[in-house]
Every structure is written in C-alpha cells, then in structure tokens.
C-alpha cells in the first residue's frame, strides 16, 4: 500500500522517542499504526505489535500485510509482555491505557525487561503511578511531553534502564504528579491541562465535603495536590 499511514499527533509524539533502527514491542498495538509508521519511515527498524484482544489482533495484521511490513513487523496474540522473550526487543511502547492497567503489564512481565533499554508509556491516566512504578524498577525518566488532541490531555513519558553507575534522580511527589520534565517546560498546554484539573479537583473536594461520611485522609490528600496546583498555577502568571 503506498498510501501514508495517518497516525495521530499523540502516537507521531512516541514515534519521535524511538532511536534509529529501533527493536521494538508496541503492546496493545490495536491496528498496528505505530509500529507501521516507524518501520516505514527508518528501513532498518523493526517491530512486535502484541495484542491481547482477538479484533485488534486481526486489525494489525490486516495493516501489517496491507503495508507489505509482515518482514519487519510480527503480530502476536497475547497478555503484555507475554508476547515477547527475554532479550527479543530493546524498546517498549505501552501507549493509550490507563495508568494502572500499564503498571500490571510491566509489573506481570518484569523478567522479559532484563535487557529492555527503552520503555515508553502512555498512560491515559495516573501517570504518577507509571512513573513511580518505573524508577522503583531501575528505569529513570528521561523526558516527557504532553499532546493534546479531542479536547484530551496526554502525558508522554520516555524512561531509560539505569546501568549501576548513572546516578539516580530522586523526584518530589510534587513533581511526580506534574511529571518532573513537564512541569520544568511548563508549556501552554501544560497551563491548559491543570487549569482543568484544578476545576476538577475542587468540584471533588467540594463534594467530599458534603458526603454523608467523609473520607478526610483523601480530602486532606487532595487538598495538598490543589494547594501544589495552584502553586504552579500562580507561578505560570
Ligand atoms: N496503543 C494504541 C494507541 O495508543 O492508540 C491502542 C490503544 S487501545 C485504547 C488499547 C489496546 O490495548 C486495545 O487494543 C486493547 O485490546 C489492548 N490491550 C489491553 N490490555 C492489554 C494487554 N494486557 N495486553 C495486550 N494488549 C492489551
């Protein structure tokens, strides 16, 4: 097929993380975009797209062999990481799903990383947790962007394995949240993003409050994360 692959901003964001001649697993591939658009653009880079659900398995294919990729791309059937071996690939993508489903991927498939330099997650949601999940297991963030697309902000983080002598950055809670790259760039997207937050978040304090029974360990929780929003926010103007 030599029509382009139209890939969103968000998923063109995490091609941009992946190093030339890239060995790649895209996990939960869907159609196969990302590993399509990255193994037609760089000759020499290849791919797994894995799958876990049997419809999107059949879609990457579909793209796989549609774009005549089937020598650098391998479809698999399969839960996360299971779909790879030890020492198979270099990098991996984990794009477009929540926060905690990303953390129990990385998490069940912890033996398949040993020789995984690269891993790049985009969690539609708590990107804390996938940050704190991957510097508690030796993989320091690198950098981060943030797209937004259909009215949705979206965090991007880049993480590297830590060889034993590189020294390792200890980030704030604080900074955990914002995410440490994303809050020093502190782009117009960036203000947009927690301008909506702290919205958010003081409609869910406020209905905390009125709560028959009041959870005051995630109110007084949220109000710390408010108070460090607003803090960025004033900084900003
Ligand atoms: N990565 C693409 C993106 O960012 O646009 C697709 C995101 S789509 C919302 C999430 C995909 O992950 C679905 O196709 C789903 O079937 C797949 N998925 C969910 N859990 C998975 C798992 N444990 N292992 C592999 N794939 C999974």
């Not at 196969?32 to 659900?53: F, H």
């Not at 650098?72 to 794009?95: F, N, S």
């Not at 804390?128 to 999940?133: D, L, P």
């Not at 949240?177 to 937050?197: C, I, M, V």
Request: aromatic content about 8%; some cysteine; charged content about 25%.
């Amino acid at each position: 097929m030599s029509q382009k692959i139209n890939l969103s901003n968000r998923l063109k964001k995490v091609a941009l993380f992946l190093p030339k001649g890239a060995n790649f697993a895209d996990i939960g591939s869907d159609h196969a975009y990302l590993p399509c658009y990255v193994c037609r653009q760089d000759r020499v880079a290849k791919a797994i797209a894995g799958e876990v659900n049997v419809g999107p398995f059949n879609s990457a294919k579909t793209t796989v062999q549609a774009y005549q990729l089937s020598d650098k791309i391998d479809v698999r059937l399969g839960d996360g990481l299971q779909v790879i071996e030890k020492g198979e690939v270099k990098q991996i993508v984990i794009a477009g799903m929540g926060g905690p489903l990303i953390q129990s991927i990385l998490e069940n498939g912890k033996d398949k990383l040993q020789h995984v330099e690269q891993i790049i997650a985009q969690p539609n949601v708590d990107a804390r947790g996938v940050r704190k999940w991957l510097m508690a297991h030796n993989f320091q963030l690198t950098d981060e962007e943030l797209v937004e697309e259909n009215g949705h902000f979206y965090e991007i983080i880049n993480a590297t394995k830590r060889h034993d002598n590189s020294l390792l950055n200890r980030w704030t809670e604080k900074e955990l949240l914002f995410g440490p790259f994303l809050l020093a760039k502190q782009t117009s997207d960036f203000y947009r993003k927690w301008q909506h937050e702290m919205e958010k978040m003081t409609r869910v304090i406020n209905q905390m409050k009125q709560a028959t029974i009041r959870d005051e360990k995630k109110i007084t929780e949220f109000e710390r994360e408010l108070s460090w929003i607003k803090e960025v926010m004033n900084d900003g103007n």
